[in-house]
């Protein structure tokens, strides 16, 4: 094992400590407001990006800024040849980019400032400039995103959610459980929730992971059965499409808990800062979480109770 990473695993794990935790994130649900929530978070590592914000939207927007910082930290200790899982990883931000653009170029709002990815990016640098949908998807077919472009049509967040979870679990191989329950949840929400088959382009990204049966599949329960038996178990016990908000409170643990495991019982490698990577990123998903409560006055919240 090179030097970088030791070094590189030694960081991770020191980053990895410092995130707010699990119990930490049910007790600032309980907050009786957003302001009182953020006055908690005054020690932790998304203090510097939470200085002086006062809304939901600005709030969670900072704790992702944070997230993708400590990843680009963290990507600095790496060796050369770890370059390549940073970049899978901050895929999420650059999605997070192309659908706030997309969206603007279908005649929304002008999107917000976009994540710095830096030398992370993978192909935002181009995708940037389109000045059409079309131009855009025309971008995405030539870019490492090709097969999430839907034709220039129609949403881009699940087929781009897709093609990176796919694209992270081939340059990683312990996020391949990942990968199975992103694309269980996202055939789920389109067959169940959204009582359509998904469009040609994501399709064509879940088959190599779920197969076809599922797409004849009328209720939650044919749709589990079809699936291939390691897959059936994300969506277990759910009996009904508005439950599938549990599985997905689910499958964040169990990302975390691989972390976890990672972060613990790995040798100095790229599967310990995968870990770290898996834990700061649940961790900003739980902190969102609990902002989100205590801004509604929830006195907790369901998504946290359920991922415990």
Request: proline share 6%; net charge neutral.
């Amino acid at each position: 094992m090179e030097a970088g990473w030791v070094a590189a695993s030694v960081r991770a794990r020191s980053m990895a400590q410092r995130r707010v935790g699990a119990g930490t994130s049910r007790t600032l649900a309980t907050e009786p407001t957003l302001d009182a929530a953020l006055s908690s978070l005054q020690e932790s590592s998304y203090a510097e990006r939470l200085h002086g914000v006062s809304s939901l939207f600005v709030a969670e927007r900072a704790v992702q800024e944070a997230c993708l910082w400590q990843l680009r930290v963290l990507a600095g200790w790496l060796p050369a040849s770890g370059t390549a899982l940073a970049r899978a990883a901050a895929g999420i931000f650059e999605i997070e980019n192309i659908v706030a653009l997309a969206h603007q170029l279908d005649g929304g709002p002008p999107a917000p400032e976009p994540y710095r990815l830096g030398t992370l990016a993978t192909a935002w640098h181009r995708l940037s400039s389109a000045g059409s949908r079309e131009e855009l998807a025309t971008i995405l077919r030539t870019s490492p995103w090709k097969g999430a472009d839907g034709g220039g049509r129609g949403p881009l967040r699940p087929a781009l959610t897709v093609a990176w979870v796919r694209r992270l679990a081939v340059i990683a191989p312990p996020a391949q459980p990942w990968c199975g329950a992103v694309c269980v949840l996202t055939a789920a929400r389109s067959l169940t929730v959204d009582g359509v088959l998904p469009e040609r382009a994501l399709l064509n990204l879940l088959r190599p992971v779920l197969g076809r049966s599922w797409e004849s599949a009328d209720s939650i329960s044919n749709f589990r059965t079809a699936l291939p038996p390691s897959l059936q178990k994300i969506v277990g016990d759910i009996d009904s499409p508005v439950e599938l908000w549990r599985a997905e409170a689910r499958a964040h643990t169990a990302v975390e808990s691989d972390g976890f495991r990672l972060l613990r019982h790995s040798r100095p490698g790229p599967d310990v800062v995968l870990g770290a990577i898996a834990v700061l990123s649940m961790d900003a998903w739980r902190v969102r979480a609990a902002l989100a409560a205590a801004a509604a006055g929830a006195g907790s919240s369901e998504v946290l109770d359920e991922a415990a």
